[in-house]
C-alpha cells in the first residue's frame, strides 16, 4: 500500500521569506502522480501543484514549485516570496489507482 | 458555473439516526469520491465510483453507504452502525479513474451527539 509522510506537523515563517514543505511516499509503481493541495481557513482544497512520475522536469506554478527526486521518493514543495494567503493546510497527495494523503503540514505565514 | 456542490455546509445529528450527504457535480465527470477528515489528519478515502452504477469501497468504509443512480450526483449515507461519525466530508470528482486530478467541493461538517 502507498503511504506519504509530511515530517513537519507546522511551520512558521515571515512574509516575503521563501519556505519549503517535505514529503516523502512509498511505492511500488513507477507511473503516478504527486500533487500539493492547499486548505485555507475555508477548509476548500486546493490543487496547488502536480507532478508526472514520469517527467523529470520540476513542475512549476508561479510562486510555487517542487523538487521532485523519484529514487529519493521525495517530493518538497518550494513557496517563494511568501504572503499572507498562503497561510493554510498544506497536504502532499500520491496519484496510483486511488489518492493517498499525508498528514498534512500547517503553514502561517506571519507579517 | 462549473463545479462540485455540497450541501449543508453544517450538519447535526442525533446518535442512533441515519443522515445522508449530498454531493452533486456539473462538470461531466465520470468518477466521483468521498473522504472524510479528521483533526491533524489527512483525507481518507470511504467510497468512490468510477461510472453510473458502479461504486467501490475505499479505505474506511464500515458504517457508510453510497449510490450513483446518476452522473451528476454521489450521496453519502452515514448509518448508525459508523462508531465515529463526527468528522467532516468532502466530496470529489475527476474525468476518471488514476491520473487525473481531483476536484474537490466545499465539504459538509457532522456532528452527531
Known amino acids: 500500500a502507498q503511504t506519504v509522510t509530511q515530517s513537519q506537523p507546522e511551520m512558521s515563517v515571515q512574509e516575503a521569506e521563501t519556505v519549503t514543505l517535505s514529503c516523502t511516499y512509498d511505492?511500488?509503481?513507477?507511473?503516478?502522480?504527486l500533487f500539493w493541495y492547499k486548505q485555507p481557513p475555508s477548509r476548500q482544497m486546493i490543487l496547488v501543484i502536480r507532478q508526472e512520475a514520469y517527467k523529470q522536469q520540476n513542475a512549476t506554478e508561479n510562486r510555487f514549485s517542487v523538487n521532485f527526486q523519484k529514487a529519493a521518493k521525495s517530493f518538497s514543495l518550494k513557496i517563494s516570496d511568501s504572503q499572507l494567503g498562503d497561510t493554510a493546510m498544506y497536504f502532499c497527495a500520491f496519484m496510483g489507482l486511488k489518492l493517498v494523503f499525508g498528514q498534512g503540514t500547517r503553514l502561517t505565514i506571519n507579517p | 458555473d462549473g463545479g462540485i456542490t455540497q450541501s449543508p455546509k453544517y450538519l447535526f445529528r442525533k446518535e442512533g439516526q441515519n443522515v445522508t450527504l449530498s454531493c452533486e457535480q456539473n462538470?461531466?465527470?465520470?468518477?466521483m469520491y468521498w473522504y472524510r477528515q479528521d483533526p491533524g489528519q489527512g483525507l481518507r478515502l470511504i467510497y468512490y465510483s468510477q461510472i453510473v452504477n458502479d461504486f467501490q469501497k475505499g479505505d474506511i468504509a464500515e458504517g457508510y453507504s453510497v449510490s450513483r443512480e446518476k452522473k451528476e450526483s454521489f450521496p453519502l449515507t452515514v448509518t448508525s452502525a459508523q462508531k465515529n461519525p463526527t468528522a467532516f466530508y468532502l466530496c470529489a470528482s475527476s474525468p476518471g479513474l488514476g491520473t487525473y486530478e481531483q476536484y474537490f467541493g466545499p465539504g459538509t461538517r457532522l456532528t452527531v451527539t
Open positions: 511505492t511500488s509503481e513507477n507511473n503516478y502522480y
Open positions: 462538470l461531466n465527470h465520470d468518477a
